[in-house]
């Protein structure tokens, strides 16, 4: 599985954005980015996912680089609850046999100060 | 729509024990997945479950087994537990062998303490 770079920790204010940087330089062409993140005593939840373009959803946007060889989670007013760990996972077409196999690394904590 | 369940939340054993972990996952998925989350680490893959089968493993020893009911509920199994075996345990499910595109719903895990 090609490898993602995270910062180990970040830290925001409430109520400002925040961008959280991935980096993954061996990326291949079929490789989809995937951002999950996992609140304190919780399992992982999904947050987005994207190949080339740009994404945006209810919860963050995925800002994906031209090269694809970086990516960045903008979450564009962090509250409270928004203090969790960060993956960023790269996922391939590989159904046949690693199928629904997520390779986490060690992630990005943030912290939100109000 | 009921979510990822596990059992139990919380569970301690001794050295050399056999433990049973229990998953349901959200209705309709039919794909299972585990994974074991040591203290400050990321989650890592046990294995996967599809239609009953074990379809993927990670690097766990085969003292680290499962299975999948027909209704998709899956257990997870480790014998001979060891020290290092104390961590999170996740259990994850998702519709089909999950293209690149599908996403993966995670129960809030078993905490098991080996003593």
């Known amino acids: 599985d090609a490898k993602t770079t995270q910062p180990n920790s970040m830290e925001s204010n409430e109520e400002e954005p925040v961008h959280l940087p991935c980096n993954h330089s061996?990326?291949?062409?079929?490789?989809?980015i995937h951002w999950y993140r996992q609140l304190p005593s919780q399992g992982p939840e999904y947050v987005i996912h994207?190949?080339?373009s740009n994404v945006n959803n209810r919860m963050a946007s995925l800002a994906i680089a031209e090269d694809r060889k970086s990516s960045t989670l903008i979450l564009h007013r962090a509250t409270l609850r928004d203090a969790a760990v960060y993956y960023c996972?790269?996922?391939?077409?590989?159904?046949?046999?690693?199928?629904?196999?997520?390779?986490f690394g060690e992630g990005t904590q943030l912290t939100v100060n109000p | 729509e009921t979510g990822v369940t596990q059992s139990p939340t919380h569970l301690i054993k001794t050295r050399g024990q056999q433990v049973t972990l229990r998953c349901s996952s959200q209705?309709?998925?039919?794909?299972v997945s585990w994974y074991q989350q040591a203290l400050g680490q990321g989650p890592q893959f046990i294995f996967q479950?599809?239609?009953?089968?074990?379809?993927g493993r990670g690097n766990f020893p085969p003292r680290f087994s499962g299975l999948q009911f027909p209704n998709y509920s899956s257990e997870l199994n480790v014998n001979a537990l060891e020290l290092d075996d104390s961590a999170l345990y996740l259990c994850?499910?998702?519709?089909?062998?999950?293209?690149?595109?599908?996403?993966?719903?995670f129960g809030p895990g078993t905490r098991l303490t080996v003593t």
């Open positions: 994850a499910s998702s519709l089909g062998l999950a293209g690149p595109t599908y996403e993966q719903y």
């Open positions: 061996t990326i291949s062409g079929t490789d989809y």
């Open positions: 994207g190949l080339t």
């Open positions: 996972i790269l996922k391939g077409r590989r159904a046949e046999t690693s199928g629904s196999r997520l390779t």
């Open positions: 209705s309709g998925h039919n794909t």
């Open positions: 479950y599809y239609r009953e089968e074990e379809n």
